[in-house]
């Protein structure tokens, strides 16, 4: 069983086996949320399952006739990318074939940034058996595992089931109780220049949720594209919390994805699992009379 990262050497392994798996590309990209899906077209690893990050691991509502969205009511988080509700996702596993006696394995080519919000979803609908590929398609063609173009065929339904969550989702009400009794540590995981609100490509508003810590999400990885080591984890979440209870930590970033890493950073370095604010700026931001902080 893994639970937070598998190499690609156990990976092969358990394919190897026969292990009851399924492997998840989650690649994407943000400025052109079609290439992801192209690149995995190009090659992805053999029988991998395509997870779009704006269709099946988001629920951003529909769109009057007049071009304006509403968002569905049920969505648990706001912001540019709204969870879907428990339920909705479970169909959606379900519908790709997906059963709770299964090892999940969740990869991209992006430092891991979107294949943590499959992870991180997964843990929350109760699933415990799922594992990020350490550095991604890049370390798992390293090790020789095998890369295809072929049209994946089609899984049977399912009936994936719902467990208790095992990662603690926090609402922007949660937040805002929060930063009005000082009892959490917000953690930001976007580029600094986007959190001092020297620049903001995406969101209407630039700046930070007040009083949050700054850890880009890349700071988790090494030169080699892996997570790196525990140690030096620890020693620089350490650093970073300066004193500050690691249980109050709740991450976030601009639209609750890149926020992950940190969450899984966390855990290798020896914490508890911490909360995630997925609707993060983007949510917090839609606000007016929330408060922001520059610099």
């Known amino acids: 069983m893994y639970t937070t990262l598998i190499s690609a050497e156990q990976l092969l ?7 009851r798996l ?5 690649t994407f990209d943000l400025m052109n949320p079609a290439e992801g ?13 395509y997870a779009n990050l704006d269709t099946a691991l988001s629920d951003k509502g529909t769109f009057d006739a007049a071009g304006k969205l509403h968002p569905h009511t049920d969505s ?3 912001g540019r990318h709204p969870l879907p509700s428990r339920e909705k996702f479970a169909m959606w596993l379900s519908s790709v074939g997906f059963t709770n006696d299964m090892q999940a394995v969740v990869y991209d080519r992006n430092n891991a940034n979107y294949c943590g919000r499959l992870w991180w979803m997964l843990k929350w ?3 415990d058996n799922v594992a990020v590929l350490d550095g991604g398609l890049q370390a798992w063609q390293a090790a020789g595992g095998a890369v295809t173009d072929r049209q994946e ?13 095992l990662r603690l989702l926090a609402t922007v009400q949660d937040v805002e ?9 917000l953690i930001d995981a976007r580029g600094a220049p986007r959190f001092k609100g020297e620049v903001e490509p995406l969101d209407p508003v630039a700046g930070h949720i007040p009083g ?3 850890r880009p999400f890349t700071s988790n990885i090494g030169p080699d594209g892996k997570f790196k080591p525990a140690a030096v984890l620890k020693q620089e979440f350490e650093a970073l919390l300066a004193g500050r209870d690691a249980s109050s930590v709740v991450h976030h970033c601009g639209s609750g994805v890149s926020a992950v890493p940190n969450v899984i950073a966390m855990e290798l370095a020896g914490y508890a699992p911490t909360a995630l604010f997925a609707g993060s700026w983007s949510e917090w931001c839609a606000d007016p009379s929330r408060p922001v902080e520059k610099g």
């Open 13 to 19: 392994a358990l394919q190897s086996a026969k292990a």
């Open 22 to 26: 399924m492997v998840f590309d989650c």
């Open 37 to 49: 899906e192209k690149q995995y077209r190009a090659s992805h690893i053999p029988g991998a399952v």
């Open 76 to 78: 648990p988080s706001g």
């Open 125 to 127: 609908a109760g699933h």
């Open 153 to 165: 065929p089609s899984h049977f339904q399912s009936n994936f089931e719902l467990r208790a969550p």
């Open 177 to 185: 109780r929060g930063l009005a009794s000082t009892s959490q540590t």
């Open 212 to 214: 949050a810590l700054n």
